[in-house]
């Protein structure tokens, strides 16, 4: 499997830190933004990459996208993180100011290329799959490009993580931002966007073809989404997901 492959890609690199967790920050009814201490040791890593995490001393690691640009990572010292604290069951790391978590990583293929030939970009996200793809549009911003689009869907108006962030973004006219929510019957007041990203809301964006475009989310919202793609005669290799 895709997930163990990465497990072992980890540890063959052999970058196991112990860091604390420098603070917590609200995002969403249902997640809530990690950022852990570097303490000035290097940790480099491509934007879509992920860590696995766990309490300081327990064998038992979870995987977490990083949400920072590589730069952003570097200048400000830490590694961030968007964790899920509804998962029933999860037997995730232990979250408070001053806890010591195992980061073991980096790991994962699903990464912005070093150099793209395109100079379009499309990220689409579903629920917390904007986590690695928050990390790829922050470092594209820094990289030769034409158009960013972001088209980001969620359960209920409440639930985009990095919202503001995204929103700023846009009204500065740096990308396009296109939001959707899929619980239509129990947030009224949502005055954007509904339903599920579909033909309509993409067919308009790849009439150039060399467009390039990242999907992660929930796997049904993931093989939906590349499967409108195809059918739009984007180009498979021209679409990139993430496949743990």
Not at 43 to 70: C, I, N
Not at 117 to 133: D, H
Not at 164 to 176: C, K
Request: glycine fraction near 10%; hydrophobic fraction near 40%; aromatic fraction near 6%.
């Amino acid at each position: 499997m895709e997930a163990d492959r990465a497990v072992a890609s980890a540890r063959e690199l052999d970058m196991l830190l112990t860091l604390p967790i420098r603070e917590i920050l609200p995002a969403t009814p249902r997640a809530q933004i990690v950022r852990l201490d570097l303490g000035g040791r290097p940790f480099p890593y491509r934007a879509g990459q992920a860590v696995f995490v766990g309490t300081h001393g327990d064998p038992r690691r979870e995987p977490y996208s990083l949400t920072g640009a590589p730069e952003e990572s570097r200048s400000d010292d830490c590694l961030e993180l968007l964790v899920r604290t509804d998962r029933a069951g999860a037997r995730g790391p232990s979250l408070a100011p001053g806890e010591c978590l195992d980061v073991e990583g980096p790991v994962g293929q699903f990464t912005f290329p070093v150099e793209p030939a395109e100079r379009r970009f499309i990220f689409i996200a579903g629920g917390t799959g904007i986590a690695p793809l928050r990390a790829m549009v922050r470092h594209a911003l820094r990289t030769p490009h034409r158009e960013i689009h972001v088209l980001y869907s969620a359960r209920t108006g409440n639930e985009f993580a990095y919202e503001n962030e995204l929103r700023a973004l846009a009204r500065d006219g740096r990308l396009r931002l296109h939001q959707t929510i899929t619980r239509c019957d129990v947030d009224d007041s949502w005055t954007g966007n509904r339903g599920r990203i579909g033909r309509r809301e993409l067919q308009a964006l790849v009439d150039d073809p060399a467009t390039l475009c990242f999907i992660c989310g929930p796997l049904a919202f993931v093989a939906d989404t590349r499967g409108v793609l195809e059918e739009l005669g984007l180009p498979r290799e021209r679409i990139k997901i993430e496949e743990w």
